[in-house]
């Protein structure tokens, strides 16, 4: 099964902002126009990494997850009573438990930011994909596994069937 698209996506974000605090205190220490300019081009990679993620939909629970725990720093201060609920959701989603009082707040919540006079678009954007990613369904692909070395009846021996008939029956016996 092919990873979750988010999944690489935020780690990448996690690096590039990493490496950018990492230079912006070394600037901070000793000044260097160049350093300046790296982090100029690194804050343009992660601005492109953010727009390639609000295009992107999860494909799984833990890609969903890993999306709410974005959406929950990027909450407004009135919203803020509600980050320890949404962390405990994003921590289930992660961890691929999905429930539908989970979904159910998720879409609550979409609804409530709808109508929020401080639209926060990206925000929106996020939490709509992350609950598309929670409600896809589970597809689990079940079939027997058969071992090659093993001697399997072929075709011709199913088509024809076995007799089982004891030997009163006058019938002859493949035994």
């Known amino acids: 099964m092919p990873i979750d698209p988010v999944i690489p996506l935020l780690e990448e974000i996690r690096l590039a902002e990493e490496e950018v605090q990492r230079q912006s205190a070394r600037n901070a220490i000793s000044y260097s126009p160049r350093r300046d300019e790296l982090i100029a081009i690194m804050l343009g990679r992660i601005a492109s990494f953010y727009d390639d993620l609000y295009k992107v939909v999860p494909t799984s629970s833990i890609g ?25 959701i994003a921590n289930r989603l992660q961890a691929g438990q999905r429930s539908i009082d989970d979904l159910v707040w998720l879409r609550a919540l979409a609804a409530a930011l709808d109508d929020d006079p401080c639209r926060n678009d990206n925000l929106r954007v996020v939490l709509h994909a992350a609950i598309q990613g929670a409600s896809r369904p589970l597809l689990i692909f079940r079939c027997a596994i058969l071992d090659p070395e093993s001697k399997a009846p072929g075709l011709d021996e199913l088509s024809r069937g076995r007799h089982f008939w004891p030997a009163p029956f006058n019938r002859p016996s493949q035994f």
Do not use: D, F, I
């Open 64 to 88: 969903a997850g890993a999306l709410l725990g974005l959406v929950w720093r990027w909450l407004p201060s009135h919203y803020a009573r509600y980050e320890q609920h949404l962390t405990r």
